[in-house]
């Protein structure tokens, strides 16, 4: 198990951007694939992007490609999303996960870490 917590969100106008990060407590940082997922009111939570534990592969859901990309930084224990051009459909409460060798990457099952969350509302 590890210890995440976030940071960065806010609310932001439709358009701008905000980048969130994601610290962790353990030293063993490096051997831990890492997801962001989100979870609107009254929705499923969803992937959002998963990076490996050296940084070298990344995933990115369809929904967000091309606007968000996720990157990691072992020798600070973050993981960070940034996020740009924002949309209202993108208000969510924005969470960290960890998984020293999930199944898969975008399933939150998979991850056996959570941070408490960070809440990004867009608005129009």
């Known amino acids: 198990q590890v210890q995440l917590v976030e940071s960065g969100g806010g609310l932001v106008q439709a358009g701008g951007s905000l980048r969130l990060s994601c610290k962790a407590s353990?030293?063993?940082?490096?051997?831990?694939?890492m997801g962001w997922f989100r979870q609107a009111p009254g929705k499923e939570r969803e992937f959002v992007a998963a990076?490996?534990?050296?940084?070298?592969?990344?995933r990115i859901a369809d929904s967000v490609k091309g606007r968000f990309a996720i990157s990691r930084e072992n020798a600070e224990n973050t993981v960070d999303l940034q996020m740009n051009s924002l949309k209202p459909e993108d208000t969510a409460v924005y969470y960290c996960?960890?998984?020293?060798?999930?199944?898969?990457?975008?399933?939150?099952?998979?991850?056996?870490?959570w941070g408490q969350g960070t809440q990004v509302t867009v608005s129009s």
């Open positions: 353990r030293r063993t940082f490096s051997s831990y694939a």
């Open positions: 996960a960890a998984d020293l060798n999930p199944f898969t990457w975008s399933a939150w099952t998979a991850y056996g870490s």
């Open positions: 990076i490996s534990w050296n940084g070298g592969n990344t």
